[in-house]
């Protein structure tokens, strides 16, 4: 019997578990998320320690979970902060390598179990890259347990010095279209397509982040391939971020057939209305982009990740990393195969189908923090 269940016997305290999340990609914050729904309905006393705006974003509040200000910063005011709301926290459960750093400082002196998930590869080279393993290495021995959204993340964990590192149950929350509801809402889709200026010509959408890493740039030249086609694609992408200037500078000068759009609130419906979803690199073990663009039976073409292929299989369009004439030579090829993108619209769908629910995630971490704070039964 759970003693974490929704119903905890008379007289019990609620396990009380607080989450710590730092800037908070969309994949960790939208987890934290689900999880904060998904445990407060099984009698979990959730709170959420984040950014201000992290909650005006993801509304961890109207979730079930206190919200509680706790800035991205590693200063002595931040982790203050946040030891004080661990001050009767029974399970500390950080999302990202800073946010368990942070935590690993607040919990000092205390045996309070902490939980550790990385949810992608952080990104760093020369000196920084040599401080990031220092601190995935700390992070790592500090914890009880770490959970990889991948593979490589619990092979690196490992690598790390942990003492228990296991594969991480990771759900994309919210309702997904099926070819149905596409079908439904045909005159959406065709609303969507208008608005982007995508009437009468193929739409190629993007979603994440305008920062280095995410290999928008490459995108850019990848799009320069596109140029001789007719009907000529629009590329479109959602996010925002630094390197917006720049990229638009390069639009501009080039006249490339790309549209930045900034951050939406409507990127599940834009994504279903686009002919091809395009992820050109990134870190998260488990892409938001990939999987909505599943979901919504939209083909993808992706670079070829260990992380990603792992998520998608043989699901998508796979291509190395870092080649743009690579990248830019599958998406028009794909544009001009009608029966290719039709099969990549039915392998995808039964790819997502595979992957863990929202209930199967919060099954999963109910089952660890009851691993970590059952008492140990009398020998």
């Known amino acids: 019997m759970s003693h974490v269940s929704s119903h905890p016997p008379h007289g019990q305290t609620p396990l009380h578990a607080v989450h710590v999340l730092g800037g908070g990609s969309a994949g960790s914050s939208v987890h934290v998320r689900s999880l904060a729904a998904g445990l407060t309905a099984r009698g979990v006393r959730v709170t959420v320690c984040a950014p201000d705006e992290a909650d005006r974003a993801y509304d961890f509040t109207g979730a079930g979970a206190r919200h509680v200000t706790v800035p991205r910063s590693g200063d002595p005011v931040s982790v203050a902060a946040l030891r004080t709301a661990c001050a009767d926290a029974g399970l500390v459960h950080a999302h ?9 400082l607040a919990l000092t002196g205390r045996s309070v179990p902490l939980v550790v998930t990385w949810h992608d590869h952080a990104h760093a080279e020369g000196a920084r890259a ?34 228990d590192a296991r594969l991480a149950a990771i759900a994309l929350p919210g309702q997904r279209r099926t070819g149905a509801t596409a079908v439904e809402d045909e005159p959406l889709l065709h609303k969507s397509r208008a608005e982007l200026g995508a009437v009468g010509r193929p739409l190629v959408m993007a979603v ?45 000068t080039e006249r490339l ?104 995630t919060v099954t999963q971490v109910l089952s660890v923090y009851d691993e970590l704070t059952l008492p140990l039964p009398f020998s």
């Open 96 to 104: 990202g390598l800073h946010a368990a750093l942070r935590a690993t």
């Open 130 to 163: 040599r401080l990031v393993r220092l601190l995935e290495r700390r992070v790592a021995r500090a914890a009880t347990m770490v959970l990889g959204t991948s593979s490589d993340l619990v092979d690196r964990a490992r690598g790390s010095g942990a003492r």
């Open 208 to 252: 994440g982040a305008l920062e280095p890493g995410r290999g928008h740039a490459l995108l850019l030249d990848a799009a320069r391939a596109w140029r001789h086609l007719d009907p000529l694609p629009l590329l479109v992408v959602a996010g925002e971020g630094p390197e917006r200037p720049a990229l638009l500078r390069r639009i501009e």
């Open 257 to 360: 057939p790309v549209r930045l759009i900034g951050r939406r609130d409507d990127v599940s419906d834009l994504l279903a209305a686009a002919d091809i979803a395009v992820l050109p690199g990134g870190r998260e073990a488990r892409s938001v982009l990939a999987q909505e663009a599943l979901h919504a039976r939209v083909p993808l073409v992706a670079a070829a990740t260990s992380t990603l292929a792992e998520l998608v299989g043989d699901a998508a369009e796979l291509v190395p990393p870092g080649d743009a004439g690579a990248l830019g030579t599958a998406v028009a090829r794909l544009l001009a195969d009608p029966a290719r993108r039709a099969r990549l619209r039915d392998k995808g769908a039964a790819q997502a189908a595979t992957w863990p629910t929202e209930d199967d």
